[in-house]
């Protein structure tokens, strides 16, 4: 018999999308429940692809995934899920404290939307960070965000039961597999709409950018 844990993924799966921020955009418009274009590709996932991918090497540190407790607590609930579909991924430093910055952004703002302070991946970029020329040209192919939940759990859960999210932060389709720099930043403020903000990055690095600097 299955689990209760498979049958409790089995029935979230099968949810219909939280009234969550969507995950992606794509530089053109995204609306109603067709998917978004930033990672539609010709063919599907190669599926020997994605079977070699489920060896995860996990990171030996957590602390270079997130500033707090409660942000280190969501990455390693996102990277150990059974349906992780990446390899190997990298907690980036730089990124977890971009998420942070953020999360605070969202908090002083009192809005859960990507574009406080501007587009993500452009935000990416201001600080530093060697997007790939394709996702130097889209908004948001990098970030996920959600608000209103205080527990690390329950912040998983919602983004599960949302496609958009669930495809990118566990690398369900190819675009995103070569996403592989992490982190998740975490800010409470207990003066605004939404009280606990989370921001969570999965993004790919352009490794020849500094290269040919």
């Known amino acids: 018999m299955p ?13 219909l999308n939280s ?44 602390s270079r995934c997130g500033l707090s407790d409660k942000a280190r607590k969501l990455a390693k609930l996102i990277l150990q899920d059974d349906e992780q579909q990446r390899n190997l991924v990298n907690c980036n430093p730089l990124l977890a404290q971009l998420a942070t910055n953020q999360a605070k952004a969202l908090a002083d703002a009192g809005k859960v939307s990507h574009f406080v302070g501007g587009s993500p991946n452009q935000r990416l970029l201001k600080a530093g960070f060697p997007l790939t020329e394709m996702d130097q040209a889209r908004d948001n192919s990098v970030e996920a965000i959600l608000g209103g939940e205080s527990s690390a759990d329950e912040v998983w859960l919602r983004f599960q039961m949302s496609y958009n ?49």
């Open 3 to 15: 689990s209760k844990i498979s049958i409790l993924k089995t029935l979230i799966r099968r949810s």
């Open 19 to 62: 009234l969550l921020a969507l995950v992606v955009f794509s530089s053109t418009a995204w609306s109603g429940s067709k998917l978004p274009q930033a990672p539609a590709l010709e063919s599907e996932p190669d599926p020997t692809v994605i079977e070699s991918a489920k060896t995860l090497q996990l990171p030996t540190d957590y």
């Open 165 to 213: 999210h669930k495809i990118h932060l566990l690398g369900e389709h190819e675009y995103y597999l070569k996403q592989t720099e992490f982190a998740v930043g975490h800010y409470y403020k207990w003066h605004s709409p939404h009280i606990d903000y989370w921001v969570v990055y999965f993004a790919e690095a352009d490794h020849t950018a500094n290269n040919e600097q």
